[in-house]
């Protein structure tokens, strides 16, 4: 199995522009999270979906964050309009169970 | 609410010396906990988990940990380290068998091997 897979690995873009990032989780895993890592707050869970279906977002910081799952294969989370206060390590991770999530190798953004 | 305490933000250690890493969780129901390892520039890797039965558990590159449901703890333990292990190290809390998946970070421990 691939595990979970990420996209882009690195990101660099100017305050104010729009950042995608994306994430295929490991195949037949129902659940889908999405993590923001910083050295100031540490690992926080961002959102995360059942079944396709966001179930907790409440940790999505502000309007200007947005995360989609349209099929079971595939997820976004958005960021329009980025600021440099949104520079992190963005995760993803998937579970088959809702016990033991797989985490993929992260998105590292860059808002200058 | 669930919460995890690791209060070493950083365990410095010899290389072929014994290490244990703190945690502690604060819950009002059961919980599974687990410990994830970070090595430098990658996601989480799963190194063990608590979900029921034997208090203690053993996971990879010989790590294990004791789940003490009087002291609210679940720390880790290697008899000998290796450089290799130098790596952040977070422990994590779920409720068992709650409609919720949410997994609850530790604010991680850096595990520094020095030889």
């Known amino acids: 199995d691939a595990g979970v897979i990420q996209s882009p690995r690195h990101e660099v873009t100017e305050m104010g522009q729009e950042v995608t990032l994306r994430c295929k989780p490991i195949?037949?895993?129902?659940?889908l999270f999405w993590y923001r890592q910083t050295m100031m707050r540490g690992l926080e869970l961002l959102i995360y979906f059942n079944n396709n279906v966001p179930i907790d977002d409440s940790g999505m910081p502000e309007d200007r964050f947005s995360a989609k799952m349209p099929n079971a294969s595939f997820s976004t989370l958005k960021i329009q309009p980025s600021e440099p206060r949104d520079s992190a390590v963005y995760f993803c991770?998937?579970?088959?169970?809702?016990?033991?999530?797989?985490f993929g190798p992260g998105t590292r953004l860059t808002v200058l | 609410a669930q919460s995890v305490t690791q209060l070493d933000s950083q365990v410095p250690v010899f290389e072929e010396a014994p290490v244990e890493l703190r945690c502690n969780y604060s819950s009002s129901v059961s919980v599974y906990l687990f410990w994830y390892v970070q090595y430098p520039n990658q996601g989480l890797q799963l190194l063990l988990k608590y979900l029921s039965g034997s208090t203690l558990v053993k996971g990879i590159n010989g790590f294990e940990a004791e789940f003490n449901k009087s002291q609210t703890s679940f720390h880790l333990r290697k008899p000998s380290v290796h450089i290799s292990d130098t790596a952040e190290y977070f422990c994590?809390?779920?409720?068992?068998?709650?409609?919720?998946?949410?997994?609850?970070f530790g604010t991680g421990t850096l595990l520094a091997v020095q030889p």
């Open positions: 195949s037949g895993h129902n659940s």
């Open positions: 994590a809390v779920r409720v068992s068998g709650g409609a919720t998946n949410k997994l609850i």
């Open positions: 991770a998937s579970s088959n169970n809702g016990v033991e999530q797989f």
